[in-house]
Structure formats: structure tokens, C-alpha cells
């Protein structure tokens, strides 16, 4: 019997119900929304740590884009449906002398600190992470999870030593570099080119020490040599915890398919980035940069600011933002992205990196609230429940266990 005589056939109930979840787009949305919540959704890379200390600024408020910049608080993120993931202990690149060094270690633990006391005073909600086993059981609680992670590694300077001290406060995943070259490797984005041709000899060994002491391996923001060193040394799968594709824009923060190809190969995973300079071509407008300078120096960094003032700062903004109005990215650019990188990797090899609160974000996706739309695309792609649970978390999970295992295996000998 062929599909339209088996149509012709059915009641008109059964018709309708048929009709209705192959062509009603709410159903789907509806399935979807199931789906999200159903499986363990976790983000590698979430800036939000560096809101934690902000006057009068308090996770479990619900806040907005529009009204502050930031992009994840608890509200939000059961609105979005999102579990946990991956808290940035990040500090940007200063100066390469002993006293930038100590300065960045400080601030560093500082951060790390911040982050253990929003958890303490809220623990009834949040839960720090220490085990890829600990995900699961912290969501079965009803709290979300907290994994912490470090972007750029030149807090440790050189010492490393100091990696084991953010181990031990709980660290699981960590990036030797940021914008510009360090002491460990070089950046994808210094604009005086390669000054180690990939990891220097110290960043050989902050490799071997994050193996043994179990932290995950993060290449995002390292430059393409730095990725085949760490690829090659590194004992256990390596991880992109928020990077895109080359293939669909070309940047030097995204990576090329080969290299996707040979981070799967070698069991990673490649989460996809939502910052929009590295979806679509961003004009530099100097008169904006200029007005954007001007602001600062008005108000010193925003994250100071509470009340009036943070008010009177936005409303400015706003108006600089509405003068020179920039490209912005939007859901279709973020999913060519992810689906090239499902192409190119396969379904056990890609998951979600957003950069909330470190300038991810695209229309139609402003903050965490709008991650179930990502689990409905890859749906509508034909990606199967399974599938988006690997995507959502089970791979990053995955390549931790491995992590896990290998450091035991030290341990041992
Ligand atoms: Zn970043």
C-alpha cells in the first residue's frame, strides 16, 4: 500500500493527529522543548564569573542584555533550560614581569573565590562539579552544576605549580593563552605573528601537567601550531571549548576542517562559539571605537557600576550602539556553524560554547534564555534525541572521563 492510500484509509482523527505533528511547527516546538529538558544540557565556556563580584549584582535576580550586558543568571538559565557548564576563571593578558605575573595570579584566585562563594550562597541551587559523574547527579538534585575552568593560563606565569593549586580549587579544563602571546604558547590573534611557532618549552610541560593532574585541555584562542602540538603531546583527547568553523567564516580564532577532522580523530570535541566577530565580517568604525573610549573614560569599567549610574551608562551606550550600528550575527550564522561542524565531526565530536558574558551572543539568540532554540534547529536538522544529548553535553563528558582515567593512571605509577 502506498503512503497516500494508508492517508486515504485513516479516520479523520487519526489524520488530523498525523497532520499535526508533521506540519504544526508548535508541536515541534513543543517536542523539542521536552527534548532540552529531558537530556543534560552544559556550556563550555561561560564568562559569568566576572559578574559575580559586580555591586548589588546577584545571580538568582533576573537581569537583561539591555539593562546590564550580562547574559546568565538563574532566572535565565532555567528559562533556557540550561544545567551548568563550564565557569571561566579568565584574566586577560598583562604584562609579562614578575609583578604582571603575581598580579594575575591574585586576581585569578581571586575569581576562583568568587565563584566558590556565589556557590556557597546559593546551595541550595548551585553545586560545584569536581567529576564528569558529578553532572548528572547534581541535575537529578534539581541544582545546576558549576565545572570551573581557566582561560588563559598566564596567571600561572611560570610557575606551575600553580596549576595544581587551581586543580585542587576545583579547575577541570584550562587554555594556556588568550588575545595576544604568553609565556606558555602562542595566541591565534597577536597581531605581532608567532614568537614559539606553537607551545614554548614551558607550555610543553603545563601540557604534561595538565594530563597528569587531570584537567582537559582547552586550544581555543592558541594558534593553529599550538593545536597540533597539544593535539600531538597531549595524552587524552583535547578540547576547542568555544571556537567555529573556517570553513564557514574565516577567522584565525575558528579552525580549519583538517584539523576538525584530526580533533575528532583523536576522540575531542569542538564547541561552537556564538561571538559575532568570528560568525560574520565586523567593520572596524573608528568613530564608534572613539565614542566606545570616550564612555569608558567617563565611567571607568562597567562592571563597577550599579544604579543611576550603570542606568545613565547604558543609555549612552545604546546611543553609541544606534549611531554606528555594527553587523550583527544572527541564529542562521551560529547554525551553519554547528551543522559544518556536525558534518565535518560527527555527532560525538561537537557541542555548545557560547561565551555568555564574554561577547557570545547573536539575534535571535541574546542570552541563555534562547538556548532551546539551538536543541530545535538540530532537530529540524534530523539530528536525533541521542545526538543533541551527545552535542548538549554527553561528549564534553565523555572527553572528561578520559581525562579522569589517565590522571588515575599516573597516580598509580
Ligand atoms: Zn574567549
Same mark, same amino acid.
Given at each position: 500500500? =502506498?503512503? !497516500?492510500?494508508? *492517508?486515504?484509509?485513516?479516520?479523520?482523527?487519526?489524520?488530523?493527529?498525523?497532520?499535526?505533528?508533521?506540519? !504544526?511547527?508548535?508541536?515541534?516546538?513543543?517536542?523539542?522543548?521536552?527534548?532540552?529538558?529531558?537530556?543534560?544540557?552544559?556550556?563550555?565556556?561561560?564568562?559569568?564569573?566576572?559578574?559575580?563580584?559586580?555591586?548589588?549584582?546577584?545571580?538568582?535576580?533576573? #537581569? !537583561?542584555?539591555?539593562?546590564?550586558?550580562?547574559?546568565?543568571?538563574?532566572?535565565?538559565?532555567?528559562?533556557?533550560?540550561?544545567?551548568?557548564?563550564?565557569?571561566?576563571?579568565? =584574566?586577560?593578558?598583562?604584562?609579562?614581569?614578575?609583578?604582571?605575573?603575581?598580579?594575575?595570579?591574585?586576581?585569578?584566585?581571586?575569581?576562583?573565590?568568587?565563584?566558590?562563594?556565589?556557590?556557597?550562597? #546559593?546551595?541550595?541551587?548551585?553545586?560545584?562539579?569536581?567529576?564528569?559523574?558529578?553532572?548528572?547527579? *547534581?541535575?537529578?538534585?534539581?541544582?545546576?552544576?558549576?565545572?570551573?575552568?581557566?582561560?588563559?593560563?598566564?596567571?600561572? %606565569?611560570?610557575?606551575?605549580?600553580?596549576?595544581?593549586?587551581?586543580?585542587?580549587?576545583?579547575?577541570?579544563?584550562?587554555?594556556?593563552?588568550?588575545?595576544?602571546?604568553?609565556?606558555?604558547?602562542?595566541?591565534?590573534?597577536?597581531?605581532? %605573528?608567532?614568537?614559539?611557532?606553537?607551545? !614554548?618549552?614551558?607550555?610543553?610541560?603545563?601540557?604534561?601537567?595538565?594530563?597528569?593532574?587531570?584537567?582537559?585541555?582547552?586550544?581555543?584562542?592558541?594558534?593553529?601550531?599550538?593545536?597540533?602540538?597539544?593535539?600531538?603531546?597531549?595524552? =587524552?583527547?583535547? *578540547?576547542?571549548?568555544?571556537?567555529?568553523?573556517?570553513?564557514?567564516?574565516?577567522?584565525?580564532?575558528?579552525?580549519?576542517?583538517?584539523?576538525?577532522?584530526?580533533?575528532?580523530?583523536?576522540?575531542?570535541?569542538?564547541?561552537?562559539?556564538?561571538?559575532?566577530?568570528?560568525?560574520?565580517?565586523?567593520?572596524?568604525?573608528?568613530?564608534?571605537?572613539?565614542?566606545?573610549?570616550?564612555?569608558?573614560?567617563?565611567?571607568?569599567?562597567?562592571?563597577?557600576?550599579?544604579?543611576?549610574?550603570?542606568?545613565?551608562?547604558?543609555?549612552?551606550?545604546?546611543?553609541?550602539?544606534?549611531?554606528?550600528?555594527?553587523?550583527?550575527?544572527?541564529?542562521?550564522?551560529?547554525?551553519?556553524?554547528?551543522?559544518?561542524?556536525?558534518?565535518?565531526?560527527?555527532?560525538?565530536?561537537?557541542?555548545?560554547?557560547?561565551?555568555?558574558? %564574554?561577547?557570545?551572543?547573536?539575534?535571535?539568540?541574546?542570552?541563555?534564555?534562547?538556548?532551546?532554540?539551538?536543541?530545535?534547529?538540530?532537530?529540524?536538522?534530523?539530528?536525533?534525541?541521542?545526538?543533541?544529548?551527545?552535542?548538549? %553535553?554527553?561528549?564534553?563528558?565523555?572527553?572528561?572521563?578520559?581525562?579522569?582515567?589517565?590522571?588515575?593512571?599516573?597516580?598509580?605509577?
Amino acid at each position: 500500500m =502506498t503512503f !497516500s492510500r494508508a *492517508i486515504l484509509r485513516m479516520g479523520n482523527v487519526a489524520l488530523a493527529a498525523l497532520l499535526a505533528a508533521v506540519i !504544526s511547527p508548535h508541536a515541534l516546538a513543543a517536542d523539542a522543548r521536552a527534548i532540552h529538558e529531558r537530556i543534560l544540557t552544559l556550556d563550555t565556556h561561560m564568562d559569568t564569573p566576572m559578574n559575580f563580584a559586580r555591586p548589588g549584582w546577584d545571580i538568582m535576580d533576573a #537581569h !537583561s542584555v539591555e539593562g546590564d550586558l550580562s547574559q546568565v543568571d538563574y532566572p535565565r538559565m532555567v528559562k533556557g533550560g540550561l544545567d551548568g557548564g563550564f565557569f571561566a576563571i579568565y =584574566t586577560p593578558q598583562g604584562p609579562r614581569t614578575p609583578e604582571g605575573f603575581a598580579d594575575a595570579r591574585d586576581a585569578a584566585l581571586k575569581r576562583a573565590v568568587e565563584i566558590r562563594e556565589m556557590v556557597a550562597r #546559593h546551595s541550595d541551587k548551585f553545586e560545584l562539579a569536581f567529576r564528569a559523574d558529578d553532572a548528572a547527579r *547534581i541535575a537529578a538534585s534539581g541544582k545546576r552544576i558549576v565545572f570551573q575552568s581557566i582561560e588563559n593560563s598566564y596567571p600561572l %606565569g611560570k610557575d606551575l605549580t600553580l596549576l595544581k593549586t587551581f586543580y585542587e580549587l576545583g579547575v577541570r579544563m584550562a587554555g594556556p593563552v588568550h588575545f595576544t602571546n604568553n609565556d606558555l604558547a602562542d595566541s591565534s590573534t597577536d597581531p605581532k %605573528g608567532p614568537e614559539w611557532h606553537g607551545l !614554548s618549552p614551558l607550555g610543553k610541560e603545563f601540557v604534561a601537567e595538565a594530563n597528569r593532574l587531570g584537567i582537559i585541555l582547552d586550544a581555543s584562542h592558541a594558534s593553529d601550531d599550538v593545536f597540533d602540538q597539544m593535539l600531538a603531546l597531549s595524552a =587524552t583527547p583535547i *578540547i576547542l571549548s568555544h571556537s567555529g568553523t573556517r570553513a564557514v567564516f574565516n577567522h584565525p580564532r575558528n579552525i580549519d576542517d583538517a584539523r576538525i577532522a584530526r580533533l575528532a580523530a583523536a576522540g575531542g570535541v569542538i564547541q561552537i562559539n556564538s561571538y559575532g566577530d568570528y560568525l560574520v565580517e565586523t567593520p572596524s568604525i573608528p568613530a564608534r571605537e572613539a565614542a566606545m573610549r570616550a564612555l569608558g573614560a567617563k565611567y571607568g569599567p562597567f562592571r563597577a557600576l550599579a544604579g543611576e549610574r550603570l542606568k545613565a551608562y547604558m543609555a549612552e551606550r545604546h546611543a553609541i550602539e544606534t549611531q554606528y550600528k555594527l553587523p550583527t550575527a544572527t541564529m542562521d550564522d551560529f547554525m551553519a556553524q554547528l551543522l559544518h561542524a556536525l558534518k565535518v565531526a560527527g555527532a560525538d565530536h561537537v557541542g555548545i560554547g557560547l561565551d555568555w558574558d %564574554g561577547g557570545g551572543g547573536v539575534t535571535g539568540m541574546e542570552d541563555v534564555a534562547g538556548i532551546p532554540e539551538i536543541t530545535r534547529r538540530l532537530l529540524a536538522a534530523g539530528y536525533s534525541e541521542a545526538d543533541v544529548a551527545k552535542i548538549w %553535553g554527553g561528549n564534553v563528558l565523555r572527553v572528561m572521563r578520559q581525562v579522569e582515567a589517565k590522571a588515575a593512571e599516573y597516580r598509580r605509577h
